[in-house]
């Protein structure tokens, strides 16, 4: 899983201007968004992962509360079905 600095090196901010800011804000927003949307989404429902999942993404997973099963998206067959894989 994607490592999140949790110190951003800005240099030297003695004459920084607001468009210098708003860049380096920008590229602070970017890194973050990237870390965090490589990061599977995790589903708990009382069912297992459905054929019709379709609006979710290969690598999410599904925990059936009822069994704890857990399942992971593996491929998007057509536009309208998923095949899940059960994790062992």
Known sequence: MAKIAEI?????TEKITNEQLINILSDMYKTLAV??????DVY???T???VNDSQLNNG???INTTTLKVQMLTSHNTS?????????
């Open 8 to 12: 951003y090196n800005i240099g030297n």
């Open 35 to 40: 870390a965090i949307n490589k990061k599977p």
């Open 44 to 46: 708990q429902r009382i």
């Open 48 to 50: 297992d992962g459905q």
């Open 60 to 62: 999410d997973l599904n």
């Open 80 to 88: 309208s079905t998923v095949t899940w894989g059960t994790l062992t």
